[in-house]
């Protein structure tokens, strides 16, 4: 007996939209959070006290390309059902998977790395020595992880990231010169200057860093998303990107705002959290734990979907919920991430600010490898059948691969010439 | 120089070995290799060679020798390779794929395959072992870089680690190719539910849903019924209704109604109309409950006898319903209305004989609840009066449903 049912009218049809936004919800704002890592906050933060407004254009289409590579992530999630290192595998082989993955561990070493320099930094504000702060975290991120309830403490530290709100508040507070950052917001400004180059890459690679979009299929599949509820999962990867972006803008005009008479580069977090000078004497704390908050969030994160990444490109068994003796590569490999990137933190004479900074830019030239192989993924018809890139994804896909090769190159030429 | 002996060859080794005709003429490299599970389930019946452009095809049957050095042909009669639909190759198919180990009940990919070298009046492959872990990992990326023999003698140390071939399930979702190359999942049926459901778990959707909607319709309800409720639905939705509905037929009605409630309205629908009508009407009742209450937990499958059975006669009700067996713990005594007056704890109907009445072997006194009660209030009870089964009572006292200590185990296990 055939089954009649009503045409839904409009306001069930939301309704029900809204309902599957909110069971889709996760994903994509857990990865713009954790986007606005130790790594994003400075390089932001360098970004506006350095060169001021000159680097706002940059953001709408880092925004776009953001975008688009996190809808192909979430779209290869939903339809395959499988996450990229597993596509990546069973398309292109073990060599390529193996290079790959190479180069994830390494863009995301150095990530752990800048998440352990921020929580020494931000510690460091109120004189807890880094010898105590780093081994500390580290071994709290471990257990977290491996023994505790990660799943409960995720939803603390999401909402501890409203804490970012400071930084909308203090952009505002600052009075910044807002006809100017309007105009630098639309304006391109390109120069073949090594410094401005290098904070070009820093400012993609942070933005849209290798890891996320390893994270963000994951967590697609794992949330068990698929093409029925794409639409909405579509939704929510555009919003949490623009959030990442709004957040990114605001600290770059406080940062601007507050070295308006005299740019400077950033050494230290004293200089970084001038940007929230309004708040007069609460500044410090606030930005100190902004940044500690986004560090061990990213920390506790980076570490296990690199293992998880890896194992499962490679064909190891993976997760937390196996024995040691079971999984001993997934777990070696998430332990030495967390335990040589805090070894190479508290090294003497470890320059935090500066190897924050660096490790994007590695994260950004990196970038390219990762996207060409996602473009190859998404335009397989075999794949994704008829979810494959439609021609606007690919040319901005594409054009980000080239940008960024080509401002690498660019950056790698104009460093030979003048060493 | 002569080639030496070997039993064993890898897939890494065999592609790009080079062919060579009968005048000992190289005419190209090996490509992929394929078998036929029709014809024979591990035997590789084709070489597929690459020449020129073009590839070759050649039969087992056309092959004098094999050795690291190359192939060497006892027949010239070539045929240009075409795809062909019942060959499964190893390369395009096995290599770098997810299968099932049902031995070590988990799912592994695959990184190289081993043959073993038969050598009768013609040498032949068969393959071995599928081989996953570090060993094999490190074949696959030295190959080429140095020559086959040394990569042989540095994988020594590395501990091997190989799946046996009959314990491989290669997993097809395209039911049309399932057929044409012999794949079955019959293998995956002798593995404990809660296995295969670990096992299902790992997969993408598309072969998810082939295992269950394939395999046994009651291996699969016990297999689903140990998955993830959303999951569960998922699945449920994905697959064709009467398949779906076969599949909710064997599952305890509690379970099926779970299954079902995380489904939306239109689906379910479908299911329960495809479904048998004493099952569903009993899953209809239960999709009414809420599902955090104890009408949401129950089971309604329980055995109701009166007071004055004896045990021998109810040891014969027992029989005729063998299949409730496996969750029953407790019998139920009602009085002439149907209302639920006592329970008798089944250990209790060894000690007796056979011609005692029930109601002399009932508990002290009976523990009950309404369908309306919440979750923690039914676990409570459970924990209190350390219960194996709790009766669901209506509120003119008749049994609405029985919910036993997994069910309880369940709700905990979720939080």
């Not at chain 1, 790594?39 to 925004?63: D, K, V």
């Not at chain 1, 804490?163 to 006809?179: M, R, T």
């Not at chain 1, 200089?271 to 506790?300: D, I, M, R, T, W």
């Not at chain 2, 140095?146 to 491989?168: E, H, Y």
Request: glycine share 6%; with cysteine.
């Amino acid at each position: 007996m055939p089954v009649t049912v009503a045409p839904p009218s409009l306001l069930q049809n939301w309704k029900r939209h809204l309902l599957v936004f909110l069971a889709v919800l996760g994903p994509g704002f857990i990865t713009a959070m954790v986007d606005n890592d130790s790594g994003g906050i400075l390089t932001y933060s360098q970004a506006g006290a350095r060169w001021g407004y000159l680097p706002l254009w940059t953001l709408a289409p880092i925004t776009l390309a953001l975008i688009v590579s996190q809808e192909m992530c979430s779209r290869m999630g939903a339809i395959t059902g499988k996450g990229l290192s597993d596509l990546i595998r069973e398309e292109f082989g073990l060599r390529i998977t193996f290079g790959i993955m190479a180069l994830l561990v390494l863009a995301n070493l150095t990530n752990v790395v800048a998440e352990f320099a921020g929580v020494a930094i931000s510690l460091d504000l109120f004189g807890v020595s880094k010898f105590i702060s780093v081994p500390l975290v580290a071994a709290f991120v471990w257990f977290l992880a491996v023994k505790g309830n990660y799943a409960r403490v995720e939803k603390i530290f999401l909402f501890a990231c409203s804490i970012f709100v400071v930084y909308i508040i203090a952009g505002i507070l600052i009075k910044p010169d807002w006809k100017q950052a309007m105009i630098y917001s639309v304006k391109p400004k390109l120069m073949l200057n090594a410094e401005y180059i290098t904070m070009l890459i820093a400012m993609v690679g942070t933005t849209i860093a290798p890891w996320m979009q390893f994270y963000q299929q994951s967590a697609v599949v794992e949330k068990g998303i698929t093409a029925k509820e794409y639409p909405e999962s579509r939704i929510e990867v555009i919003v949490g990107c623009i959030l990442t972006s709004v957040i990114a803008f605001f600290i770059i005009v406080a940062c601007a705002g507050a070295y308006r008479d005299h740019p400077t580069n950033i050494d230290s977090a004293k200089e970084a959290a001038l940007a929230l000078k309004p708040f007069a004497q609460y500044a410090f704390l606030l930005f100190s734990a902004g940044l500690l908050n986004a560090s061990v969030f990213a920390a506790c994160i980076l570490p296990l979907s690199t293992a998880y990444s890896v194992c499962e490109g490679m064909g190891f068994e993976s997760g937390v919920n196996k024995r040691w003796g079971e999984a001993k590569i997934f777990y070696w490999l998430y332990t030495l991430l967390i335990v040589v990137s805090a070894l190479i933190v508290i090294a003497p004479g470890f320059m935090m600010v500066k190897m924050i900074l660096l490790s994007q830019v590695l994260n950004g030239m990196l970038l390219p490898f990762i996207l060409i192989f996602m473009i190859l993924l998404i335009n397989k018809k075999g794949l994704m059948k008829e979810w494959i890139n439609p021609p606007a994804y690919n040319f901005i896909a594409w054009a980000t691969v080239i940008i960024v090769i080509g401002m690498t190159v660019a950056l790698t030429g104009i460093t030979i010439r003048n060493p | 120089m002569t080639a030496e002996t070997f039993e064993l060859l890898y897939f890494t080794e065999l592609a790009g070995l080079p062919v060579f005709d009968l005048k000992h003429r190289r005419i190209g490299h090996v490509r992929d290799a394929a078998i036929v599970p029709l014809i024979h389930p591990s035997r590789v019946d084709r070489f597929l060679v690459g020449a020129g452009a073009s590839w070759l095809s050649i039969r087992y049957d056309q092959i004098a020798s094999i050795s690291l050095k190359g192939i060497q042909l006892s027949n010239e009669r070539l045929y240009p390779y075409h795809s062909d639909e019942y060959m499964l190759r190893i390369k395009r198919d096995l290599l770098d794929q997810q299968i099932i180990d049902v031995n070590g009940r988990k799912v592994v990919r695959v990184n190289d395959v081993t043959f073993e070298v038969r050598r009768d009046e013609r040498e032949s492959l068969s393959i071995l072992e599928v081989d996953v872990g570090v060993r094999s990992i490190f074949r696959r990326l030295m190959q080429g870089a140095m020559p086959s023999r040394m990569v042989r003698r540095l994988q020594s140390s590395i501990p091997p680690n190989s799946i046996r071939w009959d314990f491989c399930n290669i997993v097809e979702a395209d039911p049309q190719r399932r057929l044409r190359l012999n794949i079955s999942h019959d293998k995956l049926e002798t593995l404990h539910p809660a296995d295969l459901a670990d096992i299902v778990e790992e997969l993408s959707p598309a072969d998810r849903e082939a295992i269950i909607g394939t395999i046994d319709s009651e291996v699969a309800a016990e297999a689903l019924s140990e998955i993830d409720p959303k999951m569960q639905a998922a699945i449920l939705e994905n697959l064709e209704p009467e398949v779906a509905a076969d599949i909710v037929d064997e599952m305890a009605p509690d379970q099926a109604a779970d299954a079902l409630g995380e489904l939306e309205d239109e689906t379910s629908a479908e299911i329960l109309e495809e479904m048998e009508i004493e099952p569903v009407s009993e899953v209809k009742e239960l999709l009414e409950y809420d599902e955090d209450t104890a009408g949401g937990m129950m089971n309604t499958e329980a055995i109701v006898l009166t007071g004055d059975t004896t045990l021998a006669e109810a040891m014969q009700q027992l029989r005729k319903h063998e299949d409730l067996l496996e969750n029953t713990h407790v019998l139920f005594l009602s009085d002439a209305s149907g209302r639920v007056t006592a329970q008798v704890p089944l250990a209790r109907l060894f000690l007796a004989d056979g011609s005692t009445q029930l109601k002399e072997l009932t508990s002290e006194r009976l523990i009950s609840t309404k369908p309306g009660e919440t979750q923690k209030r039914v676990t409570e009870l459970f924990d209190k009066y350390n219960l194996l089964a709790l009766p669901v009572l209506e509120d003119d006292g008749s049994l609405a449903g029985v919910i036993t200590a997994d069910d309880v185990i369940s709700v905990l296990r979720k939080k």
